[in-house]
Nanobody, 126 residues
Framework: QVQLVESGGGLVQAGGSLRLSCTAS????????MGWFRQALGKERECVAA????????FHAEAVKGRFTISRDNAKNTLYLQMNSLKPEDTAVYYC???????????????????WGQGTQVTVSS
């Protein structure tokens, strides 16, 4: 089992940057495919970015491509999301998620994931 804790959210002006972190407890973090999701008020949870357990295969949603970057440091049991050029429409609660994986794949559907963090609020003002 793995427990996930997100940090780094906050209030930022449009055009600004934030870096989210997701720290995992438990063993074998490097055995888990990971993802970042967000959920805005009244909207469904959507995948922002995802990573295979090695970090060698990654996915970014079209809405954030070129602005957000997912990365991971398996030695530190930490997943990151660097968010640049933030827009008001990026406002949401951001969640990290994990699922044990041995195939080297990434996953972008919420129901692919077993473990979730509590979320961190990101608010982008115009």
């Amino acid at each position: 089992q793995v427990q996930l804790v997100e940090s780094g959210g906050g209030l930022v002006q449009a055009g600004g940057s934030l870096r989210l972190s997701c720290t995992a407890s438990g063993r074998s973090f490097s055995s888990y495919a990971m993802g970042w999701f967000r959920q805005a008020l009244g909207k469904e949870r959507e995948c922002v970015a995802a990573s295979s357990w090695t970090g060698g295969r990654i996915f970014h949603a079209e809405a954030v491509k070129g602005r957000f970057t997912i990365s991971r440091d398996n030695a530190k049991n930490t997943l990151y999301l660097q968010m640049n050029s933030l827009k008001p429409e990026d406002t949401a609660v951001y969640y990290c998620a994990a699922v044990r994986d041995s195939t080297g794949s990434y996953y972008y559907r919420p129901d692919n994931y077993l473990y979730w963090g509590q979320g961190t609020q990101v608010t982008v003002s115009s």
